[in-house]
DNA sequence: TTGGGTGCAAAGGCTTTGCATGTGA
DNA sequence: TCACATGCAAAGCCTTTGCACCCAA
């Protein structure tokens, strides 16, 4: 989707919500960078930098707001932080996230778009009865580059 | 896997660590109910029952030290919670970790077991050289029981 | 005996919340 | 104007750490 700030002053607009200064900066910061995470923290400095007013609890505010609109998907990497990143086209169209790719070495994360867990749900459905409405998934390894160096 | 107090004893010495009353209890704990996801707290308070002079901070050595060995798997549901299950044979025999489908509506979480994923990270490694080592998939939806209540 | 293990309490560290002030509409 | 949003600081909450005591080997 990577959305614009005139996007984001319609969707706020729509939901009664105020368009500020900080809304729209933080949606372009991310928006900025597709395929990264950034932390709360990172966010904020990111941020900040423009915005030297800004304050962390502001950050924290704004993407809970963007991630329940859809704006942005949560990724939890297990070390501490919550990660955000916006979120992108082919997740409104199909409902479905793309895997993350995480090297065990650098740390790099990356993403693989894949309908491969379309096969899985619809076993899981017919076996079980559990109807599968999103899902993730986290794959960790090496990546090109780390396996090129140790060769 | 399902360990015993005997194995564990075993794997204990062989590392030159101590079989403690504690260590046996809370594998004991976790091993009488496989499949079963428990936080730190819900663990403590389980063992605590039979062990009044448990410490919660020794759960949390404790299910660290299991983790270490590959005694437990970790399970983050993103509720702030980390919870833990007894590893599974299947865990150790493949080194695959089984799916979890978590239900939005009651919260149960269950296991399924496929080989698919095997063909989804055959193909990363051949379009992007990317070497899957390890993956945790968690699918979440709706469960049968719930289902069939709203129908 | 003795070094690892435990219990208790305090400290850590990310995130949320309360409250007075600020600001879009 | 006025309800929503923000900044700051304090509080929350899960987890880890420090330290003296304990106990398996």
Redesign the interface.
């Known amino acids: 989707m990577t959305e614009t700030p005139e996007q984001l002053r319609q969707l706020l607009k729509q939901k009664g919500l105020k368009v500020t200064t900080q809304r729209i900066a933080i949606l372009t910061a991310l928006a900025d960078r597709p395929g990264e995470h950034f932390t709360a923290e990172e966010i904020y400095d990111c941020v900040k930098a423009g915005h030297p007013e800004l304050g962390l609890a502001t950050v924290y505010r704004t993407i809970q707001l963007f991630s329940d609109l859809g704006l942005v998907d ?1 990724l ?1 990497l ?1 070390d501490g932080y ?1 990660r955000y990143e916006i979120s992108r086209e082919s997740t409104k169209v199909h409902g479905h996230h793309h ?1 993350h ?1 995480i ?2 070495e650098c740390g790099q994360v ?1 993403a ?1 778009q ?1 309908d ?2 379309e ?3 619809a ?2 459905r017919e076996q ?17 580059a780390c ?1 090129r160096k140790t060769e």
């Open positions: 949560r939890n297990d919550v895997h790719l090297c065990l990356s693989f894949d491969l867990l096969a899985l749900e076993r899981i079980l009865g559990f109807e599968v409405l999103d899902h993730e998934v986290k794959l960790y390894g090496r990546c090109a396996k």
